[in-house]
Nanobody, 117 residues
């Protein structure tokens, strides 16, 4: 059974930093596009950042210049470095693994990020 396990969430003050990790198991990690999404209370889930199997990245406008997505194929792990956090970044952050050609799409259970003073 495929598993995506997120970690690294928590409570941080505005302007602070957090690093999220997502460890994948039972998939050929290197062929998947990996993404981070988030869902705030009362809002739809939205894309935060994605990194393709070839390493190309894309970010939501709201996080450009503040967040960095990266992957380590040897560790089957994708990261999201979040700097200069704002209150509006508060949400549950989800890891996603997507293989378009195979028609596979997997989600983690989510990790809470709360930005508050």
């Amino acid at each position: 059974q495929v598993q995506l396990v997120e970690s690294g969430g928590g409570l941080v003050q505005p302007g602070g930093s957090l690093r999220l990790s997502c460890a994948a198991s039972r998939i050929v990690f290197s062929i998947y596009d990996m993404g981070w999404y988030r869902q705030a209370p009362g809002k739809q889930r939205e894309l935060v950042a994605v990194i393709g199997s070839g390493g190309i990245t894309n970010y939501a406008d709201s996080v450009k210049g503040r967040f960095t997505i990266s992957r380590d194929n040897a560790k089957n792990t994708v990261y999201l470095q979040m700097n200069s956090l704002r209150r509006e970044d508060t949400a549950v952050y989800y890891c996603n693994a997507h293989a378009l050609r195979l028609g596979f799409d997997y989600w983690g259970q989510g990790t809470q990020v709360t930005v508050s003073s």
